[in-house]
């Protein structure tokens, strides 16, 4: 029953290591699985059910003639897709008649059963099918998390339109995976459009905020020297939504009993109502994120920024509280400072709970408790009563075009729309990631959050009434523990600051030439094609494209991507010459955009660390 094990985990090594290391320690065979072959001599498999109920994996008389009959039943769902998400391996039958059936479609293949996929291991040969050309992805793995990966990166390289197939063993193997499935590609469907948008509308906002804010930066600490200096306290998130203000008095009861954080906006709201956090993360790169601290007087308060933040927030950059964060997403900070986890680097994150969240779990703090994170309109109110983010008219435009709806902490139903639904994933997906830390939904409003359970401010209070914390003691351990860039830190980024701006003077250059060869006349497609190539080359293998430019021209890159095929495969020059072209254009305007407010700021940035010595 082993025989292929061996020939089948070094194909494994060779072509899917992050799934060769996932299945080379496992040793023992499967317990609820049994080896039982059909009556036509093919492999089968009897699966035990938790609950006692055990059924065969294949028809027991012809697996294969079983596979057969499905994909003739699946010639209209499938017809017109150009890509098909097949959720199932299996023993390969299905997938291994599915490619023969459909020869040009291409699969995204998941496996939510590492059991089965180690059993196939051991009973058949799997070389061919997992190695065939159509196989455009391969993922393996029962975490909803890997799931959601593999749809991110399937978006990044769709180049038709797309359709998914479960392999009917698994509609009994996992009876809700069908629901679950249709959900998480739709949910993944819209965080994707809605990241690569906001790529898209906060690019010159982050080309600028990131390289204005890391002179400040280079003068103020990170917070990674506060690692776990809250173990044993709770922390309250808190948003700026409806239901921050119906809990109000219990956050003024719970001031001195649990550390308060205030995502973003939502320290506007806590101050009105005389309650001043513990701290302040804030993240946001646009001009709203600045008029809500316009006139806010926070200098006193522990204030976390994180780098993409909208510059002119920060007033006093003196302030003795102060302190900077990055995001994962800081590719410019990452390729000038050379960033390592030490520096404060945090998960990317599209809403500042998410970020706020995540400093919670950092300081250790024994559990945290979610309020004002509403996601929706409830009682058709945007914000907490009292809280002037917007103008009434666009409140009420918001709440009119909330054409979607979510369920709410009290089983009712609220108003909301797609963009809230995004951000809500993105919580619901950090929250996922903290699994060492229990994470509460105080709200009695606002939408249910996924991997939150419910208790109410009053609960938390009557937990920690009894321990008192010093109002005093974050500013205290913030004093004792950080401080700024050593001297030879911020020289060495003077440095490649200085070297950067040379590289992408080297690259501005190298693109002007590229647009003058665009328009030079075509004589001999051959000689055009010749000359092309290293001037494109120049740009696309330079460590700064690939480091920097790729993050901000994600939605032109991904647009190659899912061409570049076509032209490389072309054999008639001149049609190669007219899709090179239809090609790399996005990419060549999103550079003619990016390079020149890139290098307009990064001048600023050296001016000022050079003066600075």
Request: aromatic share 10%; glycine share 6%.
């Amino acid at each position: 029953m082993k025989k292929f094990a061996a020939d089948n985990l070094m194909f494994l090594r060779d072509q899917y290591p992050e799934i060769y290391k996932l299945m080379r320690n496992r040793l023992e065979w499967p317990p609820r699985l049994s080896y039982e072959p059909a009556r036509n001599g093919q492999a089968n498999l009897l699966v035990r059910q938790p609950k006692g109920d055990s059924f065969y994996l294949y028809s027991r008389y012809d697996p294969s003639r079983e596979a057969e009959l499905w994909v003739q039943s699946l010639e209209r769902n499938v017809a017109d897709a150009d890509e098909v998400l097949m959720v199932g391996l299996g023993l390969g039958y299905h997938l291994k008649t599915f490619l023969q059936a459909f020869p040009e479609k291409r699969v995204y293949l998941y496996e939510p059963e590492p059991d089965l996929l180690f059993a196939a291991l051991e009973t058949v040969d799997l070389r061919s099918i997992l190695g065939h050309r159509q196989i455009a992805m391969f993922a393996v793995g029962a975490d909803e998390l890997i799931l959601s990966e593999m749809l991110m990166a399937m978006f990044r390289s769709l180049k038709g339109r797309f359709s998914s197939v479960i392999v009917p063993p698994y509609r009994k193997l996992l009876p809700d995976l069908e629901r679950r499935l249709a959900d998480i590609v739709r949910e993944r469907s819209i965080n994707y459009r809605v990241d690569l948008n906001t790529r898209v509308r906060h690019q010159a906002d982050w080309i600028e905020n990131l390289t204005v804010n890391l002179e400040r930066t280079l003068r103020t600490p990170s917070f990674y020297p506060l690692k776990d200096v809250c173990r044993g306290w709770p922390a309250i998130v808190a948003g700026s939504g409806p239901s921050l203000g119906e809990e109000i008095e219990y956050l003024r009861l719970l001031k001195n009993h649990a550390f308060i954080i205030a995502a973003g906006t939502a320290v506007k709201g806590l101050l009105h109502h005389g309650i001043e956090p513990h701290l302040i993360v804030s993240m946001d790169p646009g001009e709203p994120n600045f008029w809500v601290f316009k006139d806010l007087e926070v200098g006193q308060i522990p204030f976390l920024y994180i780098t993409t933040i909208k510059h002119k927030v920060i007033r006093d950059d003196r302030a003795p509280y102060l302190m900077h964060g990055y995001l994962d997403v800081d590719v410019i900070s990452r390729y000038i400072l050379e960033l390592t986890p030490e520096d404060g680097v945090l998960m990317s994150t599209g809403t500042v709970s998410g970020t706020a969240v995540q400093m919670a779990a950092f300081l250790g703090c024994s559990e945290i408790v979610l309020i004002g994170q509403d996601f929706s309109y409830p009682g058709d109110r945007v914000y907490l009563d009292g809280l002037k983010i917007t103008s009434e008219k666009n409140a009420k435009r918001l709440i009119d075009n909330a054409l979607l709806t979510v369920e709410n902490m009290s089983g009712g139903i609220n108003r909301t729309n797609e963009a809230l639904l995004h951000l809500k994933l993105d919580l619901e997906l950090m929250i996922q990631k903290l699994v060492h830390v229990p994470v509460y939904n105080a709200s009695r409003i606002g939408a249910v959050i996924r991997h939150t359970r419910p208790k109410t401010l009053e609960q938390l209070y009557n937990e920690t009434k009894e321990r008192k914390l010093d109002p005093e003691w974050f500013k205290e351990q913030m004093r004792a523990r950080l401080s700024p860039y050593p001297p030879e830190r911020r020289a060495k980024a003077a440095r490649k600051a200085a070297k950067t701006l040379e590289e992408l003077e080297f690259i501005q250059d190298r693109l002007n030439q590229l647009h003058d060869h665009l328009q030079t006349p075509v004589n001999r497609y051959a000689e055009w094609l010749v000359a092309f190539e290293p001037l494109w080359g120049a740009i696309v293998t330079h460590p700064l494209f690939k480091q920097v430019l790729t993050f901000f021209l994600a939605k032109e890159l991904e647009y190659v991507q899912r061409h570049w095929d076509e032209v490389l495969s072309e054999a008639d020059l001149h049609r190669k010459y007219e899709k090179l072209l239809t090609c790399v254009m996005p990419v060549l305007e999103g550079l003619s955009r990016v390079v020149p407010l890139l290098m307009q700021h990064l001048r600023i940035l050296t001016d000022k660390l050079g003066a600075k010595g």
